[in-house]
């Protein structure tokens, strides 16, 4: 009997959304980093950091970053405008935003848990 061992060191998620993508990618055996890079967005004037991001997945056959978030639509202006800076600063980083109705989607197509741990709470009125 042969035993299959993962040579990929223990990942801590920071919301289980993260570790369900990381799980269809690894299913579809594509490569992956969990936040390998932390792009710096802004400094004062002595050099340090102000503003820095982190995208969650990059995919080195794609060269691709991609970052998830489950937030709601209303919700997600502070994130949009980072990956607007983002692409300022960096225009030949790749980078791909996928959002809570994405996610939604691509947990339906895989037949997936539906669950709302995974897609975000819906935020209060």
């Known amino acids: ?3 299959t061992v993962s040579t990929r060191p223990e990942v801590t998620f920071s919301h289980p959304s993260e570790a369900e993508f ?4 690894d299913f579809y055996q594509i490569a992956w980093e969990y936040e390998p890079k932390t ?3 802004r400094q004062d004037d002595a050099g340090n950091v102000i503003e820095a991001f982190s995208p969650d997945f990059y995919l080195p056959e794609q060269d691709l970053y991609i970052e998830l978030t489950t937030m709601e639509q209303r919700l997600i202006t502070k994130k ?3 990956l607007r800076r983002l692409q300022e600063l960096y225009p ?3 980078i791909k935003l996928l959002n809570r109705s994405d996610f ?3 947990m339906i197509k895989y037949e997936l848990d539906n669950d709302d741990e995974l897609i975000g709470q819906q935020a209060a009125s």
């Open 1 to 3: 009997m042969t035993e």
């Open 22 to 25: 990381a799980r269809i990618l």
């Open 39 to 41: 792009f710096v967005l």
């Open 80 to 82: 949009h405008r980072k």
């Open 92 to 94: 030949d980083i790749n």
């Open 104 to 106: 939604k989607r691509m």
